[in-house]
């Protein structure tokens, strides 16, 4: 008898009333038409939608009661630590953290911190996390049945220079499945989390790459109404970034506050 391929964890998992991928587009292409329309009429949009049905979780995800001041030493006394000691140079090289080299495509990722009047933000840590080049995190939630590699972490810290300028050497992150809706895929992007003077002004945001056939098909992506404001998201290939026989280019630049802010994420997002 012939041996039977083992189902992968999020099939066994699966609702069998999972909304399919077709419908999850659907919704997304009548409500980026209604946002167009409102956008048109003059109404003011967030740049990203807290309740946005295709993205079925936004509802659990998204903040639902109104903000409140708080005392930022208070906060930072229980929050999360996010390294022992200052940051390194290596620690902006993600391909550089192990013995051996990591598998994948590698690349650098290079931009600026601005402000909403063009200036440069200096001394801000800047750290990024991501999956490898297979889709997988090295996370015990991230079970699906891609390799991980044991010479990638998929993490890294930078602080901008006088510039607001910061860099990372990396892999190109693989897609990955994710249990929004039937045979979902994320397209592939690596986080970036600023954090500003205290850990209260911490964002949150997402680096995606151009091209990607799965923009369309995605929620996370498309809650953000408007064309434009989600391709401030896409970084740009920029050959003067490339080392020969060793590394492509990618430019992403970041806007902290403003008209032009970057999209960042709600607690808690993918």
Do not use: C
Not at 136 to 157: S, V
Not at 169 to 176: A, R
Not at 222 to 244: A, C, M
């Amino acid at each position: 008898m012939p041996e039977r391929t083992a189902a992968a964890p999020e099939a066994l998992l699966a609702s069998p009333d999972q909304a399919a991928q077709q419908a999850i587009t659907a919704e997304i292409v009548a409500l980026h038409a209604e946002y167009e329309a409102r956008d048109a009429a003059g109404e003011r949009l967030p740049l990203t939608m807290h309740d946005f049905p295709p993205y079925r979780s936004s509802l659990l995800r998204h903040p639902t009661k109104n903000p409140k001041l708080v005392d930022p030493e208070t906060i930072e006394l229980a929050s999360p630590a996010f390294g022992q000691r200052d940051v390194a140079a290596i620690e902006a090289d993600l391909t550089a953290q192990h013995a051996g080299e990591p598998l994948g495509e590698r690349i650098t990722v290079q931009g600026r911190l601005l402000d909403s009047w063009g200036r440069p933000v200096p001394n801000q840590l800047i750290e990024v996390w991501q999956a490898n080049s297979a889709g997988r995190y090295i996370h015990q939630r991230d079970q699906h049945p891609a390799p991980l590699d044991p010479n990638f972490t998929g993490a890294g810290r930078a602080v901008t220079n006088a510039n607001g300028e910061y860099l990372f050497t990396t892999i190109k992150p693989g897609p990955y499945p994710w249990k929004n809706h039937a045979n979902a895929w994320r397209p592939a992007h690596i986080h970036f989390s600023v954090f500003g003077s205290s850990f209260t002004q911490r964002l949150v945001t997402q680096m995606y790459f151009p091209g990607d056939p799965l923009f369309a098909l995605d929620p996370i992506y498309n809650s953000i109404p408007l064309q434009h404001d989600r391709e401030r998201l896409v970084g740009v290939y920029d050959h003067d970034l490339t080392s020969p026989e060793w590394a492509t280019g990618y430019r992403f630049d970041i806007v902290v506050d403003g008209a032009d802010a970057s999209w960042f994420e709600p607690e808690e997002q993918e």
